[in-house]
């Protein structure tokens, strides 16, 4: 029975854990670490260039350009949340995908041959790994257009496409290192610390969430290694062609299957956010997330059993959103009561309101999935 007095191990992404912040790790990345990475990887002659941080992000990440070479990006990653096994253990994941033939960004090795590297610098150990760049864009960068004369169920398809392809292999996935599991996310030490006092009934239903995790199948068709963060920022989309690359695998884990694709479902409301019709909103979503599972199922199979889950794994995408909110919350000193996003994503959980809170009266298409009424 999972508890708030839980003892499995938990994230430990807590402010008074972390003893370097973002712009810190910024900073010594660029006068520090940048001086080092050609003694680690071969990248002479390379144009190395920060790509714009976003704050609360867990790497620096800078893209290395040479012409006629392939481009390639360097992630450095600062926090001390992970051991050096954490990230062996993802690295491993991706390179067995890419071997295996899913669309992934490949690994460049060191010079020694090693998929890992580390620096130090005074007190912090600064992880470093290199990977080809993905062809192709983010979706935001094409201002969300797609492929000229291509209806978008290309796109909804190949990214249900892409998602099964990576499942199929972890169902055949033994690791050397191995990553954690969901839940390990999740003990009740962490939850109690991070969620104030003013939110009793949130951390009794996220309580219940995990409870109910707890007793589903773990067999090798429902559950693996996920991707845990699949969405169109963690992608880039070759627009000449429609193939999609996926990348950004640091918060891999082992768990269902059925949490990437409520990823995925959660992921295709921006599409009709706007339509003022609930019904619309609803058809509109049924079509996506059944084009999508075409594309899924095409490579790997999924019992009904389990997407009847999708409601339960989309509240745990929820969970997972809410809880890195307030760790953002905790380090900036904000308070969550202003928060519109964050009260509206309370409210769907506190209130057994499935779906995102899509379909229910609540939601408002003038200021979509925020609220204001706490």
């Not at 992608?235 to 299957?257: A, H, M």
């Amino acid at each position: 029975m999972w508890t708030l007095q839980s003892g499995k191990p938990s994230k430990q992404c807590l402010l008074e854990e972390i003893i370097i912040n973002f712009n810190e790790a910024v900073n010594i990345s660029n006068t520090h670490v940048l001086t080092l990475v050609p003694e680690l990887f071969h990248l002479e002659g390379y144009n190395i260039q920060l790509i714009p941080p976003h704050e609360g992000g867990r790497n620096v990440v800078y893209t290395c350009e040479q012409e006629g070479r392939e481009s390639l990006i360097l992630r450095v990653s600062f926090l001390p949340d992970r051991r050096r096994e954490d990230y062996i253990a993802e690295l491993e994941y991706v390179r067995y995908l890419f071997e295996h033939g899913a669309s992934v960004s490949n690994l460049v090795s060191s010079k020694k041959g090693d998929l890992l590297e580390e620096v130090t610098y005074g007190e912090h150990t600064f992880f470093i790994c290199m990977f080809v760049k993905a062809t192709g864009k983010l979706l935001v960068e094409n201002h969300y257009q797609y492929r000229e004369g291509v209806p978008l169920s290309e796109y909804y398809y190949n990214s249900g496409k892409v998602l099964g392809r990576m499942h199929q292999l972890s169902k055949g996935y033994t690791p050397v290192h191995r990553r954690h599991h969901l839940i390990d996310n999740y003990s009740g030490e962490y939850i109690d610390n991070l969620v104030p006092e003013s939110f009793p009934l949130l951390k009794e239903k996220m309580v219940e969430l995990l409870n109910t995790l707890e007793g589903l199948d773990t067999n090798q068709e429902t559950f693996g290694m996920i991707h845990f963060d699949y969405n169109d920022g963690n992608y880039s989309i070759d627009f000449d062609t429609g193939q999609i690359t996926v990348y950004d695998f640091d918060n891999s884990c082992f768990g269902w299957y059925m949490y990437d694709l409520a990823d995925l479902w959660t992921h295709g409301v921006g599409w009709i956010q706007f339509e003022p019709n609930a019904d619309k909103r609803k058809q509109f979503m049924d079509d996506y997330f059944q084009t999508a599972l075409a594309g899924y199922t095409s490579e790997t199979k999924i019992e009904d059993s389990m997407l009847e889950k999708l409601p339960l794994f989309i509240q745990v995408t929820l969970l997972e959103n809410i809880l890195g909110q307030f760790e953002e919350m905790q380090r900036a000193g904000e308070e969550p009561e202003a928060n519109e996003e964050l009260l509206y994503l309370i409210k769907c959980l506190e209130e057994d309101i499935p779906y995102k809170g899509f379909f229910h009266e609540m939601y408002s298409t003038e200021a979509p999935f925020e609220y204001e009424g706490r």
